[in-house]
């Protein structure tokens, strides 16, 4: 039973609406048939009035041509049998001035006189009109020459009301007796068909109440005679069928349940060792493969630097042997003019040229081990970076032109070229090694797959502070560009297009992680096929001046 209280009840809104339409019905019939009959009445007296009045106005005519008003009175009194007649006037018109003139009058006994109505003749002629307390009726009439039609007189009645309005009150009375005899027997038939609509849906209310309380599914309701209520009680059974078979299995289920429970425990413990065995398993081929992730990943960078060791050896070789073969050619030219000096053959031009030799040889020897020692120094620093964690302040142009001199044995063979757009004031603390492998990486990347295939490449490397402590480096480079498929995974473990052919597919790898994890940074990446890269890496740092 829900809480909010329902005052409303099917047989009390039957009871209401049939007697509702049944009383406005038989309202509405009895007012029309009340109003139709008073119409009738009133049409009836108006016409019983007037025909009266003009059938004493043809009698009065030939006491009005022998001038005889006295008779005429007497004759009158004959309409004493008729108790409805109040007042009778005769009115004659002098054929000389066409004035009226009263002449002759009958008043019931008991009835008061009244006064001459001369002036309301033509008003009342053959219009019966009721006065205003409804007691009697007035009319007059022309009173004619039946030979001629030429106007002899008027008469005025005045005619009773009393038996019109006790005919009336009659047949409301009437009307409203059978109207309340029609409402009990409307009321008797609604209680009788009340209880033949509703007792079949009390019976299946407490039919599913009981069910509800017992929860006894396997029983049925009985059909009531109603065709309405007898489809929804099929449908409460057929509810009630198929809440039987439910539950029954539900219960099977349940059964089934039980019994698979007494043997899913031991299942569950069985596989539950077999599980941590896999995990402990697992857990120790994930932690070898991060290992060789990881040697991998040194792999990798060792392979660059090798790369630009020898890179780097070889271009030293060059001017080390101009300096070497320039200072042996200076010993032979020195021995030749020892030979000379001794031998008493040196002349002033020998020992001029020989000045001149010594002076060239010496600037070509001083050159070249200069150049050596720049390349020396640069590529110590940029090993240094590689292999050192910690933090220095350096200026970034600086830092970018040391890179691309260590990389200058491998880009001078080549037609491309790099662009550098920085401060040259910039300078800032942070780690100085992973932004050498990373600059390294990304131009090693362009030179072997975003230039494969181009003769004249264009690399741009530009750097500037977004803010007070966060450097911005951006890389671009208009070669091949990503295929969609690799851009989706670049920064992935051994993902590479030179599968095969010597790419590992770490480099882009680590450069992911030396901008996240060493620098504490970020890298986004857009490229389009055939329309280059673009690198964006942002990273804190600390002002030159911070302490």
């Not at 009738?40 to 009005?64: D, H, Q, R, T």
């Not at 006994?109 to 219009?127: F, K, M, P, V, Y």
């Not at 020892?338 to 020989?354: E, M, P």
């Not at 996240?516 to 970020?522: A, E, P, R, V």
């Amino acid at each position: 039973m829900t809480e909010k209280t329902v005052r409303l009840s099917i047989k009390s809104l039957f009871l209401w609406v049939v007697m509702s339409i049944a009383m406005a019905s038989l309202g509405v019939s009895a007012i029309l048939s009340i109003y139709s009959q008073i119409n009738i009445y009133e049409e009836e007296l108006e016409s019983n009035v007037l025909m009266l009045g003009k059938l004493i106005g043809a009698n009065a005519i030939p006491f009005i041509v022998t001038d005889n008003p006295s008779n005429l009175e007497t004759r009158m009194r004959s309409l004493s049998t008729t108790k409805q007649v109040l007042n009778v006037h005769i009115y004659r018109i002098n054929p000389d001035d066409a004035t009226v003139s009263h002449f002759s009058y009958y008043n019931k006994d008991g009835q008061s006189l009244i006064a001459s109505q001369t002036n309301r003749l033509l008003e009342l002629e053959d219009n019966p009109s009721v006065d205003e307390d409804g007691e009697y009726v007035e009319v007059t009439h022309q009173i004619k020459d039946l030979d001629t039609n030429e106007p002899m007189g008027w008469i005025y009645l005045r005619f009773s009301t009393v038996s019109f309005n006790s005919l009336v009150l009659k047949s409301v009375g009437v009307t409203l007796s059978v109207m309340v005899l029609l409402a009990i027997i409307c009321f008797l038939l609604a209680l009788r068909l009340h209880r033949v609509v509703t007792a079949p849906i009390e019976q299946l209310a407490r039919f599913v109440q009981k069910t509800a309380r017992e929860r006894n599914y396997s029983a049925r309701t009985d059909i009531a005679g109603v065709k309405e209520i007898a489809i929804l009680s099929d449908a409460v059974n057929l509810m009630m069928s198929r809440m039987q078979d439910y539950i029954q299995k539900q219960q099977e289920a349940e059964a089934n349940h039980k019994a698979l429970n007494a043997s899913l425990e031991e299942i569950v413990s069985e596989r539950t060792i077999a599980l941590k065995d896999a995990n402990q398993e697992l857990i120790q081929t994930l932690e070898k493969l991060h290992q060789f992730q990881r040697q991998m990943v040194q792999n990798e960078k060792m392979a660059s630097l090798g790369d630009m060791v020898a890179g780097v050896a070889h271009e030293v070789n060059t001017p080390i042997g101009l300096g070497v073969t320039a200072s042996t050619m200076m010993l032979d030219r020195l021995k030749t003019v020892q030979d000379d000096y001794d031998n008493k053959r040196l002349k002033a031009s020998g020992l001029k040229r020989f000045f001149d030799e010594s002076n060239e040889n010496l600037n070509i020897i001083y050159r070249n081990l200069n150049r050596a020692a720049e390349l020396i120094s640069s590529f110590k620093q940029v090993a240094v970076d590689q292999s050192s964690e910690s933090s220095r302040t350096f200026c970034v142009s600086q830092l970018v032109n040391e890179i691309l001199l260590s990389l200058q044995p491998r880009l001078k063979k080549l037609s491309h070229e790099v662009t550098v757009e920085c401060n040259p004031n910039l300078t800032v603390q942070t780690k100085a090694g992973p932004i050498n492998q990373i600059l390294i990486n990304l131009i090693m990347n362009s030179l072997i797959h975003g230039f494969e295939g181009l003769e004249n490449g264009l690399i741009s490397i530009s750097a500037e502070l977004v803010t007070s402590n966060k450097l911005k480096i951006v890389y671009r480079d208009n070669g091949r560009g990503i295929p969609p498929v690799i851009r989706k995974k670049i920064f992935d473990p051994f993902v590479t297009t030179k599968r095969g052919q010597g790419g590992s597919g770490l480099g882009m790898h680590l450069v992911y992680n030396l901008v996240t994890q060493g620098l504490k940074g970020s890298i986004s990446l857009s490229s389009e096929e055939g329309e280059g890269v673009e690198f964006v890496i942002i990273f804190p740092v600390q002002p030159a001046n911070s302490k």
